[in-house]
């Protein structure tokens, strides 16, 4: 149980164009979702946390016009990069919690993005 | 503010020898601890946890022990095999951080044949 998908596994898109990105909890309702970003050979960054039905959480320094974070139900929640530009190129991961599973987040496999 | 501090990688070690990864952690009340590992071009596995002192968390050989005395969480494993090879996470989740998980910076480990 506790399986998270992201997709698309990999995306190239041109600069200034917008990118969505969907995070599903397959097997149980998350009622928190996060967002992180990974830069080669370094830890995870917190950008975001959503909980469904309200608006996302951002960190300090995450534009929330250019990271659009939609959580519309207990199984899905969308990262869109609007006007995405050479560095937004990152690898995206979500993860899901619920009451259920308390405190343990599961990660999705995660998304590249380039940026050409 | 919450920390963890992971021991540098990169760590190299032979197939069957022993690992230490260490982990210490600096939060405010009592918080739950994680370790995460991540194998190449995938997202976060959870590898096992501990919820409060003295609680040992294990899984596929894999053991932490919750020290709230010298605040780590050290991870070990008997005998290392190639396919451990991964990068491991240190985090932890602190009362009122809104289940937020603050992450060490990693280590990688490569276990050679």
């Known amino acids: 149980g506790a399986v998270v998908s992201q997709h698309p596994s990999r995306v190239i898109c041109k600069s200034g164009t917008s990118v969505k990105i969907e995070c599903r909890s397959l097997?149980?309702?998350?009622?928190?979702m996060f967002w992180y970003r990974q830069f080669p050979k370094k830890s995870l960054m917190l950008m975001a946390t959503?909980?469904?039905?309200?608006?996302?959480?951002?960190e300090q320094g995450v534009e929330k016009d250019k990271f659009l974070i939609n959580h519309a139900s207990l199984t899905l929640s969308t990262l869109t990069v609007t006007s995405a530009h050479p560095e937004d190129s990152s690898f995206y991961i979500c993860?899901?919690?619920?009451?259920?599973?308390?405190?343990?987040?599961?990660f999705g496999p995660g998304t590249r993005l380039l940026v050409l | 503010g919450d920390s963890v501090t992971q021991m540098e990688g990169p760590v190299t070690l032979s197939e069957e020898a022993f690992l230490t990864i260490n982990c210490t952690y600096t939060a405010t009340g009592y918080p739950s601890l994680f370790w995460y590992v991540q194998y190449p071009g995938e997202g976060l596995q959870l590898l096992l946890k501990a919820t409060k002192a003295d609680d040992k968390g294990s899984n596929k050989g894999f053991e932490a022990t919750y020290r709230k005395e010298t605040t780590s969480f050290h991870l070990e494993k008997g005998s290392v095999q190639v396919s451990d090879s991964a990068v491991y996470f240190c985090?932890?989740?602190?009362?009122?951080?809104?289940?937020?998980?603050?992450f060490g910076s990693g280590t990688q480990l490569t276990v050679l044949p």
């Open positions: 097997d149980f309702q998350a009622t928190t």
């Open positions: 985090a932890l989740i602190s009362s009122g951080s809104a289940r937020q998980l603050t």
């Open positions: 993860s899901a919690s619920s009451w259920d599973y308390q405190e343990t987040q599961y």
């Open positions: 959503s909980n469904e039905g309200s608006k996302a959480t951002y």
